[in-house]
């Protein structure tokens, strides 16, 4: 299996002399906050990620593309290890978080650290607006009200909320509009200060209004943040990325600047699907 | 077919009706004050009441809660929760199979693990049999509830860094409570109208039991007792005792719903 994997490694080398992971990636000044070597990961039987090797620079937005099925998401659910929920599940290789083995920490640590915000909103329906922000200070221990009231109003105005929701904190989660739980469930996300957000399709089930305010804040969150975000909108990772990452059948077939993929992609696959002759 | 629906659902509905016309009409005139506040009387004395039996029925079912609510809610949670393992699949079998042994079989057992060492019946022994029958009921109905609770909560909360025990406390058990209490009140409800595992162990008493260590009356033994006897008066008192057990447990329900209910 080790053979297999190692000579396609090179192979993946060879063929992409001049633009590759590594070289995109080092041309920028800024740290490496995520890094993936030979990332592979196993529902069962079935091969869901094929020797990832992937950087991914601090305050930078890194966008997933690809296919349905390509392993996009199976990814970005390895770098805070939400795919250990599925029984089964395995994982080989090496992934790191500023130079730390993400799988020999704390999986609540990594997590705390690692942000998430999911597909479909999904605020907790028990909670008020309000609970929402709070529930992840006060579950892991935070007391100080104030302190909470204060991280609440920020986390609120930070996912562009606060206006919406001002005087309706006491209200259900669940009673605002799709969009608007979307940026509840950002805030959520931000109030337990994370370094880095993973966005798994984040306004696929957004209206494009919605959606625009969803991209308008990843643009604005990234200064403080780092932010992989998985999509299947491809002009969407055009207008928010810095990076983007082509995955196809669990590979990495190629990742640059984002404005590279999009004008001159090294790979023949990367243009079909980015011309929309597949996918 | 929507008539047929229609149908089967009404007549699935003329038991129950039957059940509150004949308790109603046959048990409604022996209520009265007494009833509730005084002890029974000997064969051929009129008057008297039950409120010993109505006592020890409110404490048997709270004794078999203490023993099978919390058993069985932290069993469904593990079943849920953690239950993807062989261990659980067993649990869960076992708890299907315990379901389904007859509540006169769980008596006996009862009786020999609790009453023959102790040498005399007990209202600790009534409310262990109870407790032990409850327990499946509310292990299957509280992991079933939970069941039901959307993954996408689940990995919210463990995205946020949220132990999982703690979210399973804070976020996901709130989210099924209503479903949960229900099953927790289908067994109090089966407690509640359970005889034949009292008869070994709880025994009845004419009295009132000074300690739990004694024997205790019922409302459904007395039920029992008084519903064969040849006395016209006994036979009403028992209409009477199956009226207000199934007011209690109404009450009850009504009352747990609104203290239970969600805020949104």
């Known amino acids: ?279 | 077919m929507y008539g047929l629906c229609i149908l089967s659902a009404l007549i699935a509905l003329i038991p129950l009706l039957l059940i509150f016309y004949h308790t109603i009409s046959l048990g409604v005139s022996a209520l009265n004050v007494d009833f509730f506040t005084k002890l029974p009387k000997p064969v051929g004395e009129p008057g008297g009441g039950l409120a010993n039996a109505i006592i020890g029925t409110i404490i048997l079912v709270g004794l078999g809660s203490i023993v099978g609510l919390p058993v069985g809610v932290f069993a469904g949670v593990y079943l849920s929760e953690f239950g993807n393992n062989k261990f659980a699949t067993i649990i869960r079998f076992l708890t299907d199979v315990l379901n389904g042994v007859p509540s006169i079989v769980i008596g006996v057992v009862a009786y020999t693990i609790v009453v023959l060492p102790m040498k005399h019946f007990s209202a600790y022994a009534g409310g262990f049999a109870l407790g032990i029958l409850m327990i499946p009921i509310v292990t299957r109905t509280t992991e079933e509830m939970l069941k039901t609770v959307p993954n996408s909560y689940r990995e919210a909360a463990l995205a946020l860094g949220i132990p999982q025990w703690k979210a399973t406390l804070r976020i996901i058990i709130p989210v099924a409570l209503g479903g949960i209490v229900t099953g927790i009140m289908l067994a109090i409800a089966r407690a509640a109208g359970e005889t034949a595992p009292l008869l070994f162990t709880a025994l009845n008493n004419r009295f009132w039991h000074t300690t739990l260590d004694q024997p205790i009356a019922s409302l459904t033994v007395f039920i029992y007792n008084y519903g064969v006897s040849p006395f016209e008066d006994w036979i009403a008192q028992a209409w009477a005792g199956a009226l207000v057990l199934i007011l209690l447990i109404l009450l009850l329900s009504i009352a747990v719903r609104i203290v239970t209910r969600q805020r949104y």
């Open chain 1, 1 to 279: 299996m080790e053979d297999v994997l190692e000579k396609k490694d090179i192979e993946f080398k060879t063929v992409t002399p001049n633009t590759n992971v590594t070289s995109a990636m080092i041309e920028q000044p800024k740290a490496i906050k995520i890094k993936a070597e030979s990332v592979n990961c196993f529902f069962g039987k079935v091969h869901a990620l094929k020797n990832i090797s992937l950087t991914i620079p601090e305050h930078s937005v890194v966008a997933i593309i690809g296919p349905s099925g390509c392993g996009k998401s199976t990814f970005l659910r390895s770098i805070n290890r939400m795919h250990e929920l599925v029984p089964d599940s395995r994982i080989t290789g090496k992934l790191t978080l500023d130079g730390s083995d993400i799988y020999a920490m704390d999986a609540v640590v990594v997590r705390k650290r690692i942000g998430m915000v999911f597909q479909k909103p999904n605020p907790f329906p028990t909670m008020s607006i309000f609970d929402n922000v709070a529930a992840g200070l006060r579950m892991n221990g935070f007391r100080d009200k104030k302190k909470i009231t204060d991280i609440v109003e920020k986390s609120l105005h930070q996912a562009a909320l606060w206006n919406e929701v001002k005087d309706s904190l006491s209200k259900s989660g669940v009673s605002l509009s799709v969009g608007q739980q979307q940026r509840l469930c950002i805030a959520r996300t931000l109030a337990v200060s994370p370094e880095v957000i993973l966005m798994d399709e984040p306004a696929s089930a957004l209206d494009p209004i919605s959606t625009t305010k969803i991209e308008e804040l990843v643009y604005e969150l990234k200064s403080k943040y780092t932010i992989v975000i998985v999509t299947h909108n491809m002009q969407q990772a055009a207008r928010v990325s810095d990076y983007t990452a082509f995955f196809y059948m669990g590979e990495l077939i190629e990742v640059d600047v984002t404005k590279q993929i999009f004008t001159a992609p090294s790979k023949k696959q990367t243009e079909d699907y980015i011309t929309g002759r597949f996918g």
